[in-house]
């Protein structure tokens, strides 16, 4: 039912929800979801929590993810997709947009703004995806103090602290970095980047009783594995970052060419969501009962009578 209402609203905060769902047993799965549309669908697919990548909305703002985008752009996407899909959402809260002030704002407002957790990485501006060369990190204690202002601000916010080391420094540098941030208050660990089977499962050896997430995003440094592979290396969360902006991309690239190319979209209708499937999943009945229930039509029975001036 629509977000309007209030009894159709979660009764517990999201972050104790998405608590929630990492206490049951096996690995929960996380796809991205770069609209409000969108997590509807990850929703109605089955999927119990959604993901917002900084790279995905971005690239859906027309932008490059160098850290360009700023709290307030990204609170728009959480609000869009926690009010559409009521489901705990994970964000991608970059290098926290500053330092430690500047984190506990951050957190502030993605918790007003809905979300349930975020994941904050240890490179420093401007920053790259995960899975590109020559990233810049920020020393640890600079990053430990990040998640330890994070932790000082969430009331029921879940912080992931995410390491890019493993590219520089290795298994080891990675996982000394990670003791540190659990240290800091840290509530799990996102390991970016790593490119083997054996990489995945020693980080997951030495960091026994932690949390782990993994990214299993495309065209980068990790090969593809499934949820449940990635459940025997060790990992209780992984995300599908871009994929659903990916496909939907491609698929509005090669509607445009069509359009260009035929004079119309006449062509392309099997590939459209038709009209009346679109309205079942935004719930547009749903909207349309919930305004006649609350607003009752008076109808004038006169003309009103105005004196001529």
């Not at 690239?59 to 997709?81: E, H, K, N």
Request: a neutral charge.
């Amino acid at each position: 039912m629509p977000y309007l209402r209030a009894s159709d609203l979660p009764s517990q905060p999201a972050g104790d929800r998405f608590r929630a769902l990492l206490a049951r047993p096996g690995i929960l799965g996380i796809p991205g979801t770069h609209n409000g549309l969108a997590a509807q669908q990850a929703k109605a697919a089955g999927f119990e929590a959604c993901y917002l990548s900084g790279a995905a909305m971005t690239a859906s703002m027309g932008l490059p993810d160098l850290g360009i985008i700023t709290v307030d752009d990204v609170c728009f996407f959480v609000r869009q997709v926690t009010r559409a899909s009521g489901l705990p959402v994970l964000v991608d809260g970059d290098t926290g947009y500053g330092e430690a002030l500047n984190v506990m704002h951050m957190v502030r407002s993605f918790e007003d703004a809905g979300a349930a957790a975020v994941h904050l990485e240890d490179q420093i501006l401007p920053k790259k995806c995960g899975h590109l060369n020559d990233k810049k990190l920020a020393t640890p204690q600079d990053m430990a103090a990040k998640v330890a202002a994070a932790a000082h601000a969430r009331r029921h916010l879940y912080i992931i602290a995410r390491t890019d080391a493993a590219a520089s420094e290795g298994i080891e540098g990675a996982v000394a970095r990670a003791k540190l941030y659990m240290e800091a208050g840290a509530d799990a660990i996102f390991p970016e980047a790593l490119n083997t089977a054996e990489m995945f499962k020693e980080f997951s050896a030495r960091m026994p009783g932690v949390p782990l997430l993994a990214n299993m995003t495309e065209f980068g440094r990790t090969p593809f594995y499934t949820k449940e592979e990635f459940g025997a290396f060790g990992y209780k969360m992984v995300i599908w970052p871009v994929t659903s902006l990916r496909v939907a991309a491609l698929a509005q690239e090669k509607l445009y060419a069509a359009i260009a190319r035929d004079g119309g979209a006449q062509n392309c209708v099997e590939q459209m969501l038709t009209r009346k499937n679109l309205y079942a999943t935004i719930d547009y009945a749903g909207f349309e009962a919930l305004d006649a229930t609350i607003v009752k039509t008076v109808v004038p029975e006169a003309m009103p009578q105005g004196k001529a001036s």
